[in-house]
């Protein structure tokens, strides 16, 4: 079965500093991988989406990410640090043996963003 | 509105009492989708909902939850005699259709608590 691994529960940086937010995902077939931010006491909002085309996927508000099939790792960037970045942030894999887009999330790591 | 929606925002009951969550999902999406998501357990998926198909509940914890979708649209989720570990916020999303390239859209939830 598919998963993903976030490692860290929680990131620090400071604001203008590069965000990394790591992801490893275990697949036995070409995955489909997304990122969520979740802002406090909201739903899911989708960052991004990898679907087996460009391995460097861009999203929104200035994130993107990188399909390295050799490290099983899709790991989240953003260049410069902004306060309103501060949220959870969830990865995931779609279990495709279903047939339908069931989402497995990691565990979730927490951003902080500090002045 | 435009987004997908959950009521009540907020719901506190008694252990042995039943429950009853509502998602009205995003107007033309056949396809959708129930989490939970808890301290212990992280997100976790319930149940799909694709058009007039019989849904996938491969994700419900036991048999006191179950859920329905009338008519194509609103679906209410139900939690019969709740236990403490079923306080959880239960998240609601929808998607066009249920492929891996239909982005789910996800409402802000319904957090339960069970004293």
């Known amino acids: 079965a598919q998963s993903v691994t976030q490692l860290g529960s929680h990131v620090s940086v400071s604001e203008g500093a590069l965000v990394l937010l790591r992801c490893n995902y275990s697949s036995s077939v070409p995955p489909y991988l997304f990122w969520y931010v979740q802002y406090p006491n909201q739903g899911l909002q989708l960052l991004l989406k990898y679907t087996s085309a460009a391995t460097l996927v861009k999203g929104i508000n200035g994130f993107e990410a990188e399909f390295k099939k050799s490290e099983t790792s899709f790991h989240l960037t953003k260049p410069s640090a902004h306060m309103s970045d501060a949220a959870e942030y969830f990865c995931a894999v779609s279990d495709e043996g279903t047939g339908f887009q069931k989402l497995v999330f990691g565990t979730g790591t927490r951003l902080l963003v500090s002045p | 509105g435009a987004g997908v929606s959950q009521s009540p925002s907020n719901k506190v009951t008694e252990k042995g009492k039943d429950v009853e969550l509502r998602c009205d999902p995003i107007?033309?999406?056949?396809?959708l989708y129930w989490y939970r998501q808890s301290l212990g357990q992280g997100l976790e998926f319930l149940i799909y909902f694709q058009g007039n198909s019989a849904p996938d509940k491969s994700g419900l914890p036991s048999d006191r939850f179950s859920a329905e979708r009338t008519g194509g649209s609103v679906s209410t989720l139900t939690i019969q005699r709740t236990q403490q570990e079923d306080s959880a916020v239960y998240l609601c999303?929808?998607?066009?259709?249920?492929?891996?390239?239909?982005?789910?859209?996800f409402g802000d939830g319904t957090r339960l608590s069970i004293l």
């Open positions: 107007s033309g999406h056949t396809a």
């Open positions: 999303a929808s998607s066009p259709g249920g492929g891996s390239n239909q982005p789910q859209h």
